[in-house]
T-cell receptor, first 114, second 112 residues
Framework: GAGVSQSPRYKVAKRGQDVALRCDPISGHVSLFWYQQALGQGPEFLTYFQNEAQLDKSGLPSDRFFAERPEGSVSTLKIQRTQQEDSAVYLC????????????FGPGTRLTVL | KQEVTQIPAALSVPEGENLVLNCSFTDSAIYNLQWFRQDPGKGLTSLLLIQSSQREQTSGRLNASLDKSSGRSTLYIAASQPGDSATYLCAVPPGNNNDMRFGAGTRLTVKP
């Protein structure tokens, strides 16, 4: 596609529910990133994929967070047993570079946990 | 650990003014620095990417400079317009990793 797309754009979950957030990167982009953005803050890194390999998951806040990119294109960020502190905007970005390069962001998914 | 700071946190100017947004980072061993714009409820739009070997990049009314040795970058906006109102974020990748470290942003309001 022309840009990075994410779905859903908005998600409301009851505490304890599992959620799955989807990212479609720019076609052909090797690298894919997930970020979490709290209100009034800059994005915080969660995890990074190069093709289907998850090379860095150091930013995932707990073992309730899981990300995958099985075919090296679409990625899913899953949050199990959601908590109120998980409420944030989850941003996905992709890059054509296998090393450090310009990142292009999707519109984000706003997750609200009640 | 790379820390990125942006000053000021918020800025309000009348239309037509030239303005400067500041970004500082603690680890000068960066590969590049990227400036983004974020509108309320939206994702990030890339404005300018400066490679570590470059001093500045220009796009239209925007000019970004980079001084690695002092750990600073500035974003200069000429002849500001109400449509420039948004939050501006700077980000750097730490070391040779790919994840970006972001500042908290400068929220700009340009009044007609």
């Amino acid at each position: 596609g022309a840009g990075v797309s994410q779905s859903p754009r908005y998600k409301v979950a009851k505490r304890g529910q599992d959620v799955a957030l989807r990212c479609d990167p720019i076609s052909g982009h090797v690298s894919l990133f997930w970020y979490q953005q709290a209100l009034g803050q800059g994005p915080e890194f969660l995890t990074y994929f190069q093709n289907e390999a998850q090379l860095d998951k150091s930013g995932l806040p707990s073992d309730r967070f899981f990300a995958e990119r099985p075919e090296g294109s679409v990625s899913t960020l899953k949050i199990q047993r959601t908590q109120q502190e998980d409420s944030a905007v989850y941003l996905c970005a992709s890059s054509s570079a296998a090393t450090v390069g310009e990142q292009f962001f999707g519109p984000g998914t706003r997750l609200t946990v009640l | 650990k790379q820390e990125v700071t942006q000053i000021p946190a918020a800025l309000s100017v009348p239309e037509g003014e030239n303005l400067v947004l500041n970004c500082s980072f603690t680890d000068s061993a960066i590969y590049n620095l990227q400036w983004f714009r974020q509108d309320p409820g939206k994702g990030l739009t890339s404005l300018l990417l400066i490679q570590s070997s470059q001093r500045e990049q220009t796009s239209g009314r925007l000019n970004a400079s980079l001084d690695k040795s002092s750990g600073r970058s500035t974003l200069y906006i000429a002849a500001s317009q109400p449509g420039d109102s948004a939050t501006y974020l700077c980000a750097v990748p730490p070391g040779n990793n790919n994840d970006m470290r972001f500042g908290a942003g400068t929220r700009l309001t340009v009044k007609p």
